[in-house]
């Protein structure tokens, strides 16, 4: 099992940057595909962003169009999603995820483990 903690949510203008990383518990971090997903007020959670185990294929939400890359550093156990150029529909509690899926994968079943989600505001 592995715990997971995001941070770096918060308040930025429209326009504006952020980074969101998602620390996990266990140095088998490596042996997770890992997603980042969000969920705005009265709307279903949803896919935006994952990585394959090694970094190496990466896979987008349609909406990110060149604006979040996602990234991991397996020494450090850290899961990234930088933000560019946010917009007010962009507000939502982003949450990280773990899948023992075996391949990359946007299907919100394939993830085994969660973490408690961090708050993205974009103001206008």
């Known amino acids: 099992q592995v715990q997971l903690v995001e941070s770096g949510g918060g308040l930025v203008q429209a326009g504006g940057s952020l980074r969101l990383s998602c620390a996990a518990s266990?140095?088998?971090?490596?042996?997770?595909?890992m997603g980042w997903f969000r969920q705005a007020p009265g709307k279903e959670r949803g896919f935006v962003a994952a990585i394959s185990r090694n970094g190496g294929r990466k896979f987008n939400a349609d909406f990110v169009k060149g604006r979040f890359t996602v990234s991991r550093d397996n020494a450090k156990n850290t899961l990234y999603l930088e933000m560019i150029s946010l917009k007010p529909e962009d507000t939502a509690v982003y949450y990280c995820?773990?899948?023992?899926?075996?391949?990359?994968?946007?299907?919100?079943?394939?993830?085994?483990?969660w973490g408690q989600g961090t708050q993205v505001t974009v103001s206008s």
């Open positions: 995820a773990a899948s023992e899926y075996p391949s990359i994968t946007s299907s919100r079943d394939d993830y085994d483990y």
């Open positions: 266990r140095r088998a971090f490596s042996s997770y595909v």
